[in-house]
């Protein structure tokens, strides 16, 4: 019986990652497909399985929304009984959430070898929970996998003790294999030119004040602006009083195909979202960033990205979307791979498992 590989994830771009890894990894191994449950809302989980075709998870650990510690603490003590129970070879966890750190965690203390998926990222607030997820994970990942040659770069620089390889970035696989199945977004966002947004970020989202500074410049947009609200957002626009009176169409969450849509076919994007920045980016559609750093510089580099710092969106976010909309899309789209680094991620766990379990 070839050893057993437990792939983790539980927010909604997670399971849209798993979806490729899971099949590149079953050819290395048998996996055990681990959802951490903590996004549970039909549009945020289900219907990515849905959409996907992604079969349902072996084990759902159910853990649901509560505080950090909390949240974390529940995965950790869920997944170390599935762990000790199955003896994985190896745990793959993807990116940055809580759901990694926690599933990182359970298995390296169990000594089971972690695979940390989109590795090597790093943003200046190192107080931000997503910054300190990833750098705690880089840290006891035995394979690290880098989506971009700075990433790689960065990891060996910081001489990390895993194994370092660059694949690439699974989000670009999802894209490619997806991209003839996207509907028209015209049923959502109209017929004419308009701009697609998405907010979710706790930093902005969970500060009023700023949150309100960025809805009321999206308001004040020369195009219509259509946000889908993620759970977080819709209850922080509710407590900001905020109600549009011009340009912004407040929509419901979208499915993933539903999302990828509305990129393509919008004439620029306006994002909190590691994703949603890199999704513009390689369907050549330019987007503002409204944060003041990004872990994605190279769209930025290229010409296809540009940073609205949120405390200033007030006076500078319609001013940088109008030169944006100006924009062909012209930018090299090859960054982050080909679009096979499920395959290149799979392959470097083939050679970790040859390898044996005295991992380092
Ligand atoms: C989480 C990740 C973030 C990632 C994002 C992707 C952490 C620390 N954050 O942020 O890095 O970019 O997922 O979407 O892991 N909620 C629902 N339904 C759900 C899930 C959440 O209503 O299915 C609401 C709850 O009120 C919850 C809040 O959203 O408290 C925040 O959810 P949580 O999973 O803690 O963080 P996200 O903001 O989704």
Known sequence: MPDEIALCYGTRPQVIKASVLRDALKRVGPVLAVDTGQHYDYELNALLYEQLGVAPPDALLGVGSASHAEQTAAILRRAEPLFLARRPAAVVVIGDTNSTLGCALAAVKLRIPVVHVEAGLRAADAMMAEEVNRRLVDAVAALLCAPSPAAAARLRAERCDGVVVETGDVAHDVLRRQAGRLPDPAGVAGAGRYVFATLHRAELVDRPELLRGVLEALDRAPLPVVLPLHPRT???????????????????????????????????????????????????????????????????????????????????????????????????????????????????????????????
């Open 234 to 360: 819709r209850g922080a626009v509710g407590s900001a009083g905020f109600a549009p009176r011009s340009a912004l169409r407040l929509l419901p969450p979208q499915g993933y195909l539903e999302t990828l849509g509305l990129i393509r076919g919008a004439s620029a994007v306006v994002t909190d979202s590691g994703g949603v920045q890199r999704e513009a980016y390689w369907l050549g559609v330019p987007c503002v960033t409204v944060r003041r750093e990004t872990e994605w510089l190279e769209t930025v580099e290229l010409g296809a990205n540009r940073l609205v710092d949120p405390a200033t969106a007030p006076d500078t976010l319609v001013e940088v979307l109008v030169e944006r909309l100006a924009l062909s899309g012209g930018w090299p789209r090859d960054r982050y791979g080909a679009g096979d680094a499920a395959g290149r991620v799979a392959e470097a766990v083939a050679r970790l498992l040859a390898r044996g379990p005295a991992v380092g």
